[in-house]
């Protein structure tokens, strides 16, 4: 079976409302890539609706949130040999047609390792976002760019493109609740190299959101700084390859 | 026996080690919690016999507690690794054509009363032209 190089990763729990749209956007501006669903343990259609859709749909048995849903997709990018992996919401927050502006930037020829759609790169939109939303993105943003020595506008983000090294490297290791942030200096610590793109993000078309309720953001900004600080702490963050995993990092099925 | 606190210390700390030891008896509780536990009882048994030992006691308790959380951890671990292996496993299965069935269906079936069809050595997947005519 002739299998295109690229594979589109969309994580999706209880999306049945968008998902649809979602997939027909990707598979028509990007026609030449595969559509993997992961269906996160939805009660509602989300499976069925991304089937009928014409993707392909995984499903986990039960609700693992977006860290463990989108490394099942990297499971299934790394054992079928994938080269190249889009992350999309299920949402509709992310355009498809903007696939081709990460995809231009990987595509150009200097080294880079990961593309990361922005909301905050481009000064004459405005993301349409609480104050508080947008404060605490600023925040990660600070933080994090401090950290890797580089401007990170957007480290929330969940609009990516990932090579093959980024790939098997999240395989085996990828943060768990609320992984954006975590992801990319994960990045950084194995020198691998990320670039941000400016790109538009709508408002959520349906569903809800992992993060909404203002205790639940608050348990968010919580959650991620410790694991911020606790990464440094670490003398050596994550495995290398040829170290022997964690549990966390054991290797998919063969 | 407000006025003994050491008794009543005493007297839970026996009960502790009659329900630790009975649990372990029934298999419902694993040897090396069962000897936490029984660490707690003789930490118990000591509290009642030096009342300034409380404290310690409670510093105990509270280590015990995080090593649940730690155990917790690697068990919430293992099972996102098992979620996902089982994920990538029945994806597999569909893509080589035959269709996954889950236990939860088979109950919902099961209830509705039109389960009748079910072959001997049935183990929860079949032939996705099967499944399609359902």
Same mark, same amino acid.
């Given at each position: 079976v002739e299998r295109s190089s690229g594979l589109a990763v969309i994580p999706a729990y209880n999306e049945e409302a968008t998902l649809a749209d979602v997939v027909r956007g990707v598979q028509e501006h990007q026609p030449e890539l595969d559509i993997l669903v992961?269906?996160?343990? *939805?009660? #509602? =259609?989300t499976g069925d609706v991304g089937r009928i859709a014409g993707a392909q749909v995984m499903r986990l048995p039960f609700n693992l949130g977006v860290g463990g849903a989108v490394q099942a997709g990297f499971l299934h990018a790394v054992e079928r040999g994938y080269q190249s992996v889009v992350q999309v919401d =299920?949402?509709?927050?992310?355009?498809? =047609? !903007?696939i081709a502006r990460l995809r231009e930037e990987h595509d %150009?020829?200097? =080294?880079?390792d990961v593309v990361c759609g922005s %909301? @905050?790169?481009? !000064?004459?939109r405005r993301y349409p976002a609480p104050v508080s939303r947008r404060t605490g993105i600023h925040l990660f943003a600070f933080i994090v760019s401090r950290i890797v020595g580089? %401007?990170? *506008? #957007?480290?929330? *983000?969940? @609009?990516r493109l990932y090579n093959r090294p980024a790939i098997e490297l999240l395989a085996r290791n990828y943060p768990h609740d609320y992984p954006e942030v975590e992801a990319v200096l994960l990045l950084h610590y194995h020198r691998l190299r990320l670039r941000e793109v400016p790109v538009r993000m709508y408002q959520r078309g349906g569903g809800r959101s992992s993060i909404e309720g203002s205790g639940k953001s608050f348990y968010y900004l919580l959650k991620v700084l410790l694991a911020i600080f606790v990464g440094l702490l670490r003398a050596r963050p994550v495995v290398e390859p040829g170290d022997e995993a964690p549990v966390a990092a054991a290797p998919g099925v063969r | 026996m407000t006025g003994h606190p050491q008794i009543v210390a005493l007297v839970v700390s026996a009960v502790l080690l009659v329900l630790v030891i009975e649990l372990v008896r029934r298999r419902r509780l694993a040897e090396r919690y069962a000897l936490i536990w029984m660490a707690c009882v003789v930490a118990g048994v000591l509290t009642s016999l030096w009342t300034e030992l409380v404290v310690v006691a409670i510093g105990f308790l509270i280590l015990v507690l995080l090593q649940y959380s730690v155990e917790l951890s690697r068990l919430g671990d293992q099972t996102k690794v098992l979620a996902q292996r089982l994920a990538l496993l029945e994806e597999r299965l569909r893509a080589s054509g035959v269709e996954p069935r889950h236990a939860d269906e088979q109950r919902e079936e099961g209830v509705a009363g039109h389960d009748g069809d079910d072959e001997p050595g049935d183990h929860g997947f079949q032939p996705a032209s099967r499944s399609a005519r359902r």
């Amino acid at each position: 079976v002739e299998r295109s190089s690229g594979l589109a990763v969309i994580p999706a729990y209880n999306e049945e409302a968008t998902l649809a749209d979602v997939v027909r956007g990707v598979q028509e501006h990007q026609p030449e890539l595969d559509i993997l669903v992961v269906d996160d343990g *939805s009660t #509602d =259609a989300t499976g069925d609706v991304g089937r009928i859709a014409g993707a392909q749909v995984m499903r986990l048995p039960f609700n693992l949130g977006v860290g463990g849903a989108v490394q099942a997709g990297f499971l299934h990018a790394v054992e079928r040999g994938y080269q190249s992996v889009v992350q999309v919401d =299920a949402d509709g927050q992310h355009d498809p =047609a !903007e696939i081709a502006r990460l995809r231009e930037e990987h595509d %150009r020829g200097e =080294a880079v390792d990961v593309v990361c759609g922005s %909301r @905050f790169l481009d !000064e004459n939109r405005r993301y349409p976002a609480p104050v508080s939303r947008r404060t605490g993105i600023h925040l990660f943003a600070f933080i994090v760019s401090r950290i890797v020595g580089q %401007r990170i *506008s #957007d480290p929330t *983000s969940g @609009f990516r493109l990932y090579n093959r090294p980024a790939i098997e490297l999240l395989a085996r290791n990828y943060p768990h609740d609320y992984p954006e942030v975590e992801a990319v200096l994960l990045l950084h610590y194995h020198r691998l190299r990320l670039r941000e793109v400016p790109v538009r993000m709508y408002q959520r078309g349906g569903g809800r959101s992992s993060i909404e309720g203002s205790g639940k953001s608050f348990y968010y900004l919580l959650k991620v700084l410790l694991a911020i600080f606790v990464g440094l702490l670490r003398a050596r963050p994550v495995v290398e390859p040829g170290d022997e995993a964690p549990v966390a990092a054991a290797p998919g099925v063969r | 026996m407000t006025g003994h606190p050491q008794i009543v210390a005493l007297v839970v700390s026996a009960v502790l080690l009659v329900l630790v030891i009975e649990l372990v008896r029934r298999r419902r509780l694993a040897e090396r919690y069962a000897l936490i536990w029984m660490a707690c009882v003789v930490a118990g048994v000591l509290t009642s016999l030096w009342t300034e030992l409380v404290v310690v006691a409670i510093g105990f308790l509270i280590l015990v507690l995080l090593q649940y959380s730690v155990e917790l951890s690697r068990l919430g671990d293992q099972t996102k690794v098992l979620a996902q292996r089982l994920a990538l496993l029945e994806e597999r299965l569909r893509a080589s054509g035959v269709e996954p069935r889950h236990a939860d269906e088979q109950r919902e079936e099961g209830v509705a009363g039109h389960d009748g069809d079910d072959e001997p050595g049935d183990h929860g997947f079949q032939p996705a032209s099967r499944s399609a005519r359902r």
